[in-house]
Each structure stands twice: as structure tokens, then as C-alpha cells.
């Protein structure tokens, strides 16, 4: 039994590869439409829990000011990853502003939170950096890889899935590995991927590549003794500031003269 479970993992894994868009090897046991349903899911869940707690922030100024900067970013998403277009695109303001954090799952639902523009009080380009950052990773398939690595590191899960002959147990595997991996970190490889795209996407909308500098330098001023949960997310070490510069003028070339992108429709949360 153990010499046929391992041939089923090995089975798996060598079947599961995929390739992100900077080239890198990704281990895919979930696809990325699976992936995006079981965010879908999340994201409702968490959107109705938000607004129980009226948590739904609705000014009528911030909420036009992310959904232009972040329509921006989705044009030139769109026009970079034909795929995208059919996502939900749709943000979520969070009103909390002792958080400093945003996010998008697989599929493009996204939300920020309000204590990024109260504690760094962020110029558009910013957080032009910031969102592009985010949308990388569901451009990257980094949900499907999270929750890939959750089913890889239960192998009970799958050896369930592998081992049965019921046709609803291995994606009972990949709801449970879904579970675990929408909660999980992103690895210190898909976060300077995601810098890197992020970069790009800010910069092909029109967004200056440098402020990714001084987004760092903002967050890094906030000091403390427990880090903004957007930097404890995103791992940052001590050169990657230096590593940002060295890619904003490489990025400028594609935009030199930083024309902004048309506002592709973005949902508000509401």
C-alpha cells in the first residue's frame, strides 16, 4: 500500500507542474479554476461576515479612488492575461484602521483595509504599487500553488483522494486543502515574483515605478513592536528596497511616458 501511494504521489507531483509567468516551476495538484472557485466561496463568506459586522466601508471618495487606481491595473492585467477578463473583478474596503494589509484571491476579489491610507497616507502610485502587487499573485496562480502545497504536505488528504474509488473524495481533498491554504502565507519566492509583476502591471498603468521604493520606506516607518500585517505577509528583507530600485528603472522603459490606462470597471463591495 505505502509503494502504491508513493507511486500515486509521484504520479501527482510530475502531473501537477506548471509554470508562472516569470518561468519558475510551480507545483499544481490544484488547478487554478479550482482554485478560483474555493476563493469565490471565501470571499462571499468573508463579505457577509463584514457586513454583519458593518465593516463595509462606503465612502463615496475613497471607494472611486480605489476603483479608479485598481481599474487601471486590471486593463493592463487583462490585456497581459487574456484569461483575467472573465474574473469578478471587486474590492472589498475594510473599515479597520489599525490594519495595514490588502489582498486578492484567484479570480480577482480583492480587499483593502483602511489603516493603509490612515498610517501611511499613501500617494496614488503607491498604492498603484500595492494593488499590483496583490493582483500578481492571482495572475501568478499563487492560490492554486498555496493550496497545492496544503494537499502535498496532507498526505492524508490524498492518499484519501488517490486511494478511494468514490468520485467525490478527491475533491472533498481539495475543499479541505483549500481551507487551509487560503489562510496560508505566500512563500518568499511567489512575494518577489509578485514585486516583480506587480512593478510591471503599475508601471504599464501609468503608475511611477519608484514609489515602490517609498512604499517600503513608509512601511518600514511604522516600527512597533509587531510589524504591519502586510509586511509579516510579505516577507521584505533588508535588500529589497535596493532590489525594487534596480527593477523601477529597468520597468520605466515600458512606460516612459507614464500614460495612464483606461479605468476597466471594478466592483465596490458594498
Not at 476603483?67 to 484569461?83: D, M, N, S, W
Not at 483575467?84 to 484567484?106: G, R
Not at 502591471?201 to 512604499?215: E, M
Request: net charge negative; glycine share 8%; hydrophobic share 45%.
Amino acid at each position: 500500500m505505502k509503494a502504491l501511494l508513493g507511486a500515486l504521489l509521484l504520479g501527482a507531483f510530475i502531473a501537477g507542474c506548471a509554470t508562472s509567468p516569470t518561468g519558475r516551476s510551480q507545483l499544481m495538484l490544484i488547478s487554478p479554476e479550482a482554485a478560483i472557485v474555493e476563493s469565490r466561496k471565501a470571499y462571499l463568506t468573508t463579505v457577509q461576515q463584514l457586513d454583519k459586522e458593518d465593516k463595509l466601508f462606503d465612502d463615496p471618495l475613497l471607494a472611486d479612488r480605489v476603483a479608479t487606481i485598481t481599474g487601471r491595473l486590471v486593463t493592463e492585467a487583462i490585456a497581459r492575461y487574456p484569461r483575467s477578463a472573465d474574473w469578478q473583478w471587486s474590492v472589498a474596503i475594510i473599515d479597520d484602521p489599525e490594519t495595514v494589509n490588502a489582498w486578492c484571491m484567484a479570480g480577482g476579489r480583492m480587499a483593502v483595509y483602511t489603516g493603509l491610507f490612515d498610517k501611511l497616507k499613501l500617494t496614488d502610485d503607491e498604492f498603484a504599487q500595492i494593488m499590483g502587487h496583490e493582483i500578481s499573485h492571482a495572475l501568478a496562480n499563487h492560490t492554486a500553488e498555496r493550496m497545492s502545497r496544503a494537499m502535498a504536505i496532507n498526505l492524508g488528504v490524498i492518499a484519501a483522494g488517490v486511494s478511494s474509488d468514490h468520485p467525490g473524495v478527491t475533491m472533498t481533498g481539495a475543499a479541505l486543502a483549500a481551507k487551509f491554504a487560503l489562510e496560508l502565507p505566500n512563500s518568499r519566492t511567489a512575494e518577489a515574483e509578485a514585486d516583480q509583476l506587480g512593478l510591471e502591471l503599475a508601471t504599464r498603468a501609468g503608475y511611477a515605478p519608484d514609489a515602490a521604493v517609498s512604499l517600503w520606506q513608509k512601511m518600514g516607518s511604522l516600527g512597533g513592536s509587531r510589524p504591519p500585517e502586510f509586511m509579516s505577509t510579505h516577507p521584505a528583507p533588508e535588500n529589497r528596497q535596493r532590489e525594487l530600485a534596480e527593477l523601477g528603472a529597468e520597468m520605466q522603459a515600458l512606460n516612459p511616458n507614464g500614460r495612464m490606462a483606461a479605468v476597466h470597471p471594478v466592483e465596490i463591495v458594498r
